[in-house]
């Protein structure tokens, strides 16, 4: 992987895509840039990641972290804290009964 630090999955599936994967993944490059983290992190979308409840979610690898029910703010977060310094957001993160 290089210099990247971290790998992200954004869910592409059916059920994430129209509750907002598109804002979700223009949130998510945007804040990737502006925290100059563009090169760092990698970023795909994915198939359908199972919680589909739970829609929109992605998930960081090194991890697992499973986020979940996401807006374009949690995404901006999410960078913020855990990309940029490392720290889970727990407001964001799957309850244990969401994950599979
Ligand atoms: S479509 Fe995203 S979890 Fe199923």
Known sequence: MGDTLYRIYL??????TPR???????????????????????VRVSGCQDRCDY???LTIWP???HYSQLTPA???EI???HLA????????LSSEAERR
């Open 11 to 16: 869910c592409g599936g059916s059920t994430c």
């Open 20 to 42: 907002g994967r598109d804002a979700l993944l223009r949130a998510l490059e945007d804040e990737l840039w502006a925290q100059r983290l563009d090169d760092k992190v990698d």
């Open 55 to 57: 829609a929109p979610n």
């Open 63 to 65: 991890g697992p972290y």
């Open 74 to 76: 949690a995404v901006r």
């Open 79 to 81: 960078v913020q804290q």
């Open 85 to 92: 310094h490392g720290q889970p957001v727990a407001a964001w």
